[in-house]
Structures are given as structure tokens and as C-alpha cells.
């Protein structure tokens, strides 16, 4: 079993809908979760950070936090054709080591 | 700042061949990351660096990988012999403290036909 597992997608949406991306973990001992956000042809670009359970938020971004469950999501509210990109999970225990999830790509759709 | 500049941005060769990857991390950053990314295995860490110093490089697949950082603003990733299975995209990222966001390249497109 992979340390974090999230759906590669494609995920295709119109413009303007609500889009929950999300990812399992399965060490107890992460304890700080990261979006990342990559377009085509570049490296990633950190979206959202958070260290605990619970929601936050961020303009149109929303990350979530189980720890109950090892489960984190990022949802975006009214999407654009702009936010069309692969997003990668990013979590670890402390310090920099980090673990990645492979991506979803989403393309919102005009 | 111009961000942590990467060369070459594509590189082709053939199998057997050296290849040697090139990185320019943000200044003052302390934090110097290698990472491949392929469609099969996502984003994986092969080593990293604190103030020029290997940390970990237990993500290093095999002896033909080796990184050098010889000074704060520079560091190389070489593969010899490479081998098809290498083709991937190699990015560089650097962080000014622990737990700090990652900045990363633009990568490096490593094509070994």
C-alpha cells in the first residue's frame, strides 16, 4: 500500500462548478498536509498549508483535514478555466522530507 | 528574485551515456531538493541538502546517481551510466527553513533513448 493514494483523475468539470479533490493516508505520524498545484510543463506551486484538522480556507480553496479518518481534501468553489492543472497532495511527519501523492488532473470546461 | 533556475530544460541521449543535471536555488534558501516525477510513480524525493550538506539520499535509486552541491547557489544531479528507465522529469526546489513551502523549477525533461 502506497503512503498516500489519490485518484489520478482525469477529472473534467464546466466552469463554475464545485470541485472536491481528495487523498488517503496511512501513517499516523503525518502531521502537516499540503496542495500543490502544477500546470503543464512547470513545478509544482504550493496552493495550500495546514498543520491540523479542520477546514481552511483560502479565496476560492478550501483544504480539509480528518486525521480520524487519513483523509484530506481540497475543494474549489466556483471553478475556472484557469484552475485546469494536475494538483498533488503533499504530506509529512515534520521536517522536509516530503511525501507526494501522484496527482489529479482536473480540466474545467468553458 | 528569478526563482531556482534549472538546465538543461530537455535533455535526449542515448543509453550509456552521462547526463548531468544542473540547479540554481533560490538565495539564501538553506534547502536544496532532487525530484523525479513520472506518470507511473508520481513525485519522488532523491535527496536533499541542508547549507550544502547531503541530508538524505536514501531516494537515490542506484550507485550510477550522484548529487554534488559545492557551493549555496549551485548543484548537480549526474546519472552514468544512464539507462532508459531514467527517462523521466527531474526537478529541482529549494526552501528557506524546515517545513517551509518548496520552490520548485521549471525540470528538466530526461529523455534516454
Known amino acids: 500500500q502506497k503512503e498516500v493514494e489519490q485518484d489520478p483523475g482525469p477529472l473534467s468539470v464546466p466552469e463554475g462548478a464545485i470541485v472536491s479533490l481528495n487523498c488517503t493516508y496511512s501513517?499516523?505520524?503525518?502531521?502537516?498536509f499540503m496542495w500543490y498545484r502544477q500546470y503543464s510543463r512547470k513545478g509544482p506551486e504550493l496552493l495550500m498549508y495546514?498543520?491540523?484538522?479542520g477546514n481552511k480556507e483560502d479565496g476560492r480553496f478550501t483544504a480539509q483535514v480528518d486525521k480520524s479518518s487519513k483523509y484530506i481534501s481540497l475543494f474549489i468553489r466556483d471553478s475556472q478555466p484557469s484552475d485546469s492543472a494536475t494538483y498533488l497532495c503533499?504530506?509529512?511527519?515534520?521536517?522536509?522530507?516530503?511525501?507526494f501523492g501522484t496527482g489529479t488532473q482536473l480540466k474545467v470546461e468553458l | 528574485d528569478a526563482g531556482v533556475i534549472q538546465s538543461p530544460r530537455h535533455e535526449v541521449t542515448e543509453m550509456g551515456q552521462e547526463v548531468t543535471l544542473r540547479c540554481k536555488p533560490i538565495?539564501?534558501?538553506?534547502?536544496l531538493f532532487w525530484y523525479r516525477q513520472t506518470m507511473m510513480r508520481g513525485l519522488e524525493l532523491l535527496i536533499y541538502?541542508?547549507?550544502?550538506?547531503?541530508?538524505?539520499d536514501s531516494g537515490m535509486p542506484e550507485d550510477r546517481f550522484s548529487a554534488k552541491m559545492p557551493n549555496a547557489s549551485f548543484s548537480t544531479l549526474k546519472i552514468q551510466p544512464s539507462e532508459p528507465r531514467d527517462s523521466a522529469v527531474y526537478f529541482c526546489?529549494?526552501?528557506?527553513?524546515?517545513?517551509?513551502?518548496?520552490?520548485f523549477g521549471s525540470g528538466t525533461q530526461l529523455s534516454v533513448l
Open positions: 526546489a529549494s526552501s528557506p527553513l524546515v517545513n517551509e513551502k518548496l520552490f
Open positions: 541538502f541542508n547549507n550544502n550538506v547531503p541530508i538524505d
Open positions: 538565495s539564501g534558501h538553506d534547502y
Open positions: 501513517n499516523s505520524a503525518f502531521q502537516y
Open positions: 495546514t498543520y491540523s484538522s
Open positions: 503533499a504530506i509529512t511527519g515534520g521536517g522536509n522530507k516530503l511525501t
